[in-house]
């Protein structure tokens, strides 16, 4: 499958733990980014890399979000100290240089704060 | 605030009839606009695009600058066009501002 993957697929935590999930894009495309979507929204830009540089982050990534994307390859997504309305689909999606450039979507990964 | 609106969480037809999805945006320049769509347990998919002015299974959507909407349409409601529906605006920093999305729900 060459499509953008995520892992895990689910994820259940207990409040105040951390968790991690990973967006591995489509292997030509430069730009990545993350999205969150709760029940009966759309998704909602939380950041946005071109590379590895982080470009820009959404007023929803609180100070216990943290991404990364080191090598300009895959991502990781990190969420210290969830709290229960972190509940939600974290969206992976990826797109080549250009405007316009169709982006692609991963399955998402399912968080549940218990 | 640049705003996508879809107004109708579920919009529900019989197979045959025609669709309209409504979408409007809040955006005073020159939008890039597309729709998305999303079957059952499938990933968020592209479906078109205004720039490429296509049709994609029979969807077609116009962009009316003067209105501010991207409406999609197809003359034709099949049943496997059944599932969520989210128009969305492209920004200067390329990402996506989605609408809260339309049900649509094709009946036999």
């Known amino acids: 499958d060459t499509g953008v993957s995520q892992d895990p697929r689910h994820k259940i935590t207990k409040r105040g733990q951390n968790v991690t999930f990973r967006c591995d894009p489509i292997?030509?495309?430069?730009?990545l980014y993350w999205y969150r979507q709760t029940l009966g929204q759309g998704p909602e830009f939380l950041t946005y890399?071109?590379?590895?540089?982080?470009?820009?982050k959404s007023r929803l990534l609180s100070d216990r979000f943290s991404a990364e994307r080191p090598k300009g390859s895959f991502s990781t997504l990190e969420i210290q100290r969830t709290e229960q309305g972190d509940s939600a689909m974290y969206l992976c999606?990826?797109?080549?240089?250009?405007?316009?450039?169709?982006?692609?979507f991963g399955q998402g990964t399912r968080l549940t704060v218990v | 605030a640049q705003r996508v609106t879809q107004p109708e969480k579920l919009l529900s037809v019989f197979k045959g009839a025609p669709v309209e999805l409504k979408c409007n945006y809040s955006?005073?320049?020159?939008?890039?606009l597309f729709w998305y769509v999303q079957y059952s347990r499938q990933r968020l998919q592209l479906l078109l695009r205004?720039?490429s002015r296509e049709s994609i299974k029979g969807f077609t959507a116009d962009l009316n600058k003067g209105e501010t909407s991207f409406h999609l349409k197809k003359p034709f409601a099949q049943e496997e066009d059944s599932a969520m529906y989210y128009c969305?605006?492209?920004?200067?920093?390329?990402?996506?501002?989605f609408g809260s999305g339309t049900r649509l729900l094709v009946r036999p």
């Open positions: 999606a990826s797109s080549s240089a250009g405007g316009g450039s169709e982006a692609f």
């Open positions: 292997s030509e495309h430069n730009r």
């Open positions: 890399f071109q590379n590895e540089a982080q470009l820009e």
């Open positions: 955006y005073s320049g020159s939008p890039e």
């Open positions: 205004h720039i």
């Open positions: 969305a605006r492209m920004d200067s920093s390329y990402k996506l501002i």
